[in-house]
């Protein structure tokens, strides 16, 4: 018989330990495939749907502060603008549903240069800029809530910046995207207008000419108002985002802690499991030392079996994290950021690293032992 073949067949000896240890390492590295996905997209530049070259600017000093709307022609004065706008989001409750409706107000001819991925008819586009009240949303929101174009919806925001404000809007138009992006688009005028015409703005959206301005446009447009009444904070969209969710702490951190934990958690399984599986074949260890097997064949097929089980629970594991991450790559984070979750080469190999790592990490120790004792004792061993 061949080494594959028996350790082929020392896995098939008790199969049912052999399915759960599996199903265990699979459960185990999925997660640790999709933790790892979710990192790489926070730590990665942004890099699709022209996101890479948003900017958000808002101010320095609270998240509850505006900026006054002159600030808007000073920036578009800069160069490498291609557009800017001022900003508002609202959060709408449609119906007593579960989820908020992320809406985002613009200035409407200015909407699409945001999102020129964006695939809206003409005859849309003309409805969109000749109604105040107009509204474009996406495709898979319409389908979700049976909107149709023309249709009268009714918006109302439980968020403490909005005091229940409740905005009525007609849907003009239902936009395409490659992103599958769940959100719309308004008038910001309109939401202006309902808060009682402020005209200042808590945001102001600015998209770049290339990725070279991004970086120089960060600190002109922060240098342009350092002394003005109310000084800006410029970043990217993408770490816009990142500030929020470190509002609930270090999320990177947290990433890799879990990871860390899962991976513990992980090596205790297989080291339990092949730690029964050595002791029950002990005696069989020391015949096989008697019929002239040196230590160093032993623990190497030991530590195979492990290897092979690890393995195949990482594939396993990885082909699931592969296919859950390709369903919900595209869905937007906050509404307007595709979320670009990727388990591919480098991902598989760190999976199929750790679990190498942990089979070994988990066998060789029990192994050794076993090989270790006399053959007399051995061939007594009960355990």
Same mark, same amino acid.
């Given at each position: 018989?061949?080494?594959?073949?028996?350790?082929?067949?020392?896995?098939?000896?008790?199969?049912?330990?052999?399915?759960?240890?599996?199903?265990?390492?699979?459960?185990?590295?999925?997660?640790?495939?999709?933790?790892?996905?979710?990192?790489?997209?926070?730590?990665? #530049?942004?890099?699709?749907?022209?996101?890479?070259?948003?900017?958000?600017?808002?101010?320095?000093? &609270?998240?509850?502060?505006?900026?006054?709307?002159?600030?808007?022609?000073?920036?578009?004065?800069?160069?490498?603008?291609?557009?800017?706008? #001022?900003?508002?989001?609202?959060?709408?409750?449609?119906?007593?549903?579960?989820?908020?409706?992320?809406?985002?107000?613009?200035?409407? +001819?200015?909407?699409?240069?945001?999102?020129?991925?964006?695939?809206?008819?003409?005859?849309?586009?003309?409805?969109?800029?000749?109604?105040?009240?107009?509204?474009?949303?996406?495709?898979?929101?319409?389908?979700?809530?049976?909107?149709?174009?023309?249709?009268?919806? +009714?918006?109302?925001?439980?968020? #403490?910046?909005?005091?229940?404000?409740?905005?009525?809007?007609?849907?003009?138009?239902?936009?395409?995207?490659?992103?599958?992006?769940?959100?719309?688009?308004? +008038?910001?005028?309109?939401?202006?207008?309902?808060?009682?015409?402020?005209?200042?703005?808590?945001?102001?959206?600015?998209?770049? *000419?290339?990725?070279?301005?991004?970086?120089?446009?960060?600190?002109?447009?922060?240098?342009?108002?350092?002394?003005? #009444?109310?000084?800006?904070?410029?970043?990217?969209?993408?770490?816009?985002?990142?500030?929020?969710?470190?509002?609930?702490?270090?999320?990177?951190?947290?990433?890799?802690?879990?990871?860390?934990?899962?991976?513990?958690?992980?090596?205790?399984?297989?080291?339990?499991?092949?730690?029964?599986?050595?002791?029950?074949?002990?005696?069989?260890?020391?015949?096989?030392?008697?019929?002239?097997? *040196?230590?160093?064949?032993?623990?190497?097929?030991?530590?195979?079996?492990?290897?092979?089980?690890?393995?195949?629970?990482?594939?396993?594991?990885?082909?699931?994290?592969?296919?859950?991450?390709?369903?919900? &790559?595209?869905?937007?984070?906050?509404?307007?950021?595709?979320?670009?979750?990727?388990?591919?080469?480098?991902?598989?190999?760190?999976?199929?690293?750790?679990?190498?790592?942990?089979?070994?990490?988990?066998?060789?120790?029990?192994?050794?032992?076993?090989?270790?004792?006399?053959?007399?004792?051995?061939?007594?061993?009960?355990?």
């Amino acid at each position: 018989m061949s080494w594959l073949g028996w350790v082929a067949k020392n896995l098939l000896r008790n199969r049912r330990r052999t399915a759960l240890t599996v199903a265990s390492v699979a459960v185990s590295l999925f997660l640790v495939a999709l933790l790892a996905a979710g990192y790489r997209f926070l730590t990665a #530049p942004a890099r699709s749907g022209g996101t890479e070259l948003l900017l958000l600017v808002s101010p320095r000093a &609270s998240m509850t502060a505006t900026m006054p709307l002159w600030y808007k022609d000073r920036i578009a004065a800069l160069p490498g603008v291609v557009a800017v706008s #001022p900003f508002g989001y609202f959060a709408g409750d449609y119906g007593g549903g579960s989820a908020l409706i992320p809406a985002l107000g613009f200035e409407p +001819h200015l909407a699409f240069r945001f999102f020129p991925d964006w695939r809206v008819s003409p005859q849309a586009k003309r409805r969109f800029f000749g109604e105040k009240q107009a509204m474009i949303v996406g495709r898979a929101l319409a389908r979700k809530y049976g909107w149709r174009v023309g249709q009268h919806i +009714h918006l109302t925001s439980p968020l #403490p910046l909005y005091s229940n404000l409740s905005l009525e809007f007609i849907i003009a138009g239902i936009y395409d995207s490659p992103h599958q992006m769940d959100t719309a688009v308004f +008038h910001w005028d309109y939401l202006n207008n309902a808060l009682g015409s402020m005209d200042e703005a808590s945001e102001f959206w600015v998209r770049a *000419r290339s990725a070279a301005d991004v970086p120089r446009l960060t600190r002109a447009i922060d240098a342009l108002f350092r002394n003005a #009444p109310v000084p800006t904070r410029t970043g990217t969209l993408k770490q816009a985002m990142l500030d929020f969710l470190n509002l609930l702490g270090n999320v990177k951190l947290m990433l890799l802690g879990i990871m860390a934990a899962v991976v513990f958690s992980v090596l205790l399984i297989v080291a339990n499991t092949m730690a029964m599986s050595i002791r029950e074949r002990t005696p069989e260890i020391a015949t096989l030392r008697v019929l002239g097997f *040196r230590r160093s064949q032993i623990l190497g097929v030991l530590a195979a079996e492990s290897v092979a089980l690890a393995l195949l629970g990482a594939a396993l594991g990885g082909l699931g994290a592969n296919a859950l991450a390709r369903a919900v &790559s595209g869905f937007a984070v906050g509404g307007a950021i595709p979320a670009r979750l990727a388990v591919g080469g480098p991902t598989f190999a760190l999976v199929a690293l750790m679990a190498v790592v942990i089979a070994l990490a988990s066998t060789m120790p029990t192994a050794w032992r076993a090989a270790r004792l006399s053959i007399a004792e051995a061939l007594r061993y009960v355990g």
